[in-house]
């Protein structure tokens, strides 16, 4: 019989595979003014249309804030993917995220990317 943490981390890696978010706000834990006003800054913004850019240094919780932001937002039931930005060389950031013409450059097919 499997172990109580390994059906939990079982379920987590399938939710992650299928586009879903797994944390939520009441996840995150903090007692320090300015991490309790972060999460409630996020919370704000969470049914936000516009953009949020959440940076930080590796391991501070970007994705458990992105997650959290995602899940209490009315796009919770919608796919969520995690990109992880750094591993993207510079110059393809911006065709990887936003899509790119034919011929744009060196190898740019048609159809393959175009959003």
């Known amino acids: ?63 458990v804030f992105a997650q959290a932001i995602h899940n209490a937002s009315s796009r919770r039931d919608k796919v969520f993917i995690a990109v992880n930005c750094g591993a993207i060389p510079s110059n393809l950031i911006e065709s990887e995220l936003l899509g790119y013409e034919e011929g744009a450059f060196t190898g740019a097919k048609k159809g393959w990317k175009c959003w």
């Open 1 to 63: 019989m499997k172990n109580a943490n390994e059906k939990v981390y079982r379920k987590s890696v399938r939710k992650i595979a299928q586009g879903r978010a797994i944390y939520t706000f009441d996840k995150i834990i903090g007692k320090s003014k300015n991490f309790v006003s972060i999460i409630e800054y996020a919370k704000k913004i969470a049914d936000s249309t516009s953009t949020v850019l959440i940076t930080g240094e590796s391991g501070t919780g970007k994705e």
